[in-house]
């Protein structure tokens, strides 16, 4: 199993971006998928995820600006970021679990694999 993790840059307040995380080795339709991110000096959260029935978690500070899609032909879990701003500077990383996680969905020691994260960096 592995995830590739792409599409971070550097945007500024306002902007967009849409991160890609592509899969091998399994199919996004068994599994939990999650995207984090790690600001600096603070702890990884969990921002967007879903599982194998549709249940899905936004965190807060991104509800209403990011959306979390998929491609199943390319095996590709997209997370779209709108109206970005400098609190949403981190990095970001995917991350998957072959279990049917529900209530800890958001929290990362739910995930058994993760990509290599990307670097957002949100300017003012």
């Known amino acids: 199993v592995q995830l590739q993790a792409s599409g971070g840059g550097l945007v500024q307040t306002g902007g967009s971006l849409r991160l890609s995380c592509a899969a091998s080795?399994?199919?996004?339709?068994?599994?939990?998928i999650g995207w984090f991110r790690q600001a600096p000096g603070l702890e990884r959260e969990g921002i967007s995820c879903?599982?194998?029935?549709?249940?899905?978690y936004y965190a807060d500070s991104v509800m209403g600006r990011f959306t979390m899609s998929s491609d199943n032909a390319k095996n590709t879990v997209y997370l779209q970021m709108n109206n970005l701003n400098p609190e949403d500077t981190a990095v970001y990383y995917c991350?998957?679990?072959?279990?049917?996680?529900?209530?800890?969905?958001?929290?990362?020691?739910?995930?058994?694999?993760w990509g290599q994260g990307t670097l957002v960096t949100v300017s003012s």
């Open positions: 879903v599982n194998g029935i549709g249940d899905t």
């Open positions: 991350a998957a679990s072959s279990r049917l996680i529900s209530s800890t969905i958001r929290y990362e020691s739910s995930y058994d694999y």
């Open positions: 080795g399994f199919t996004f339709d068994d599994y939990s």
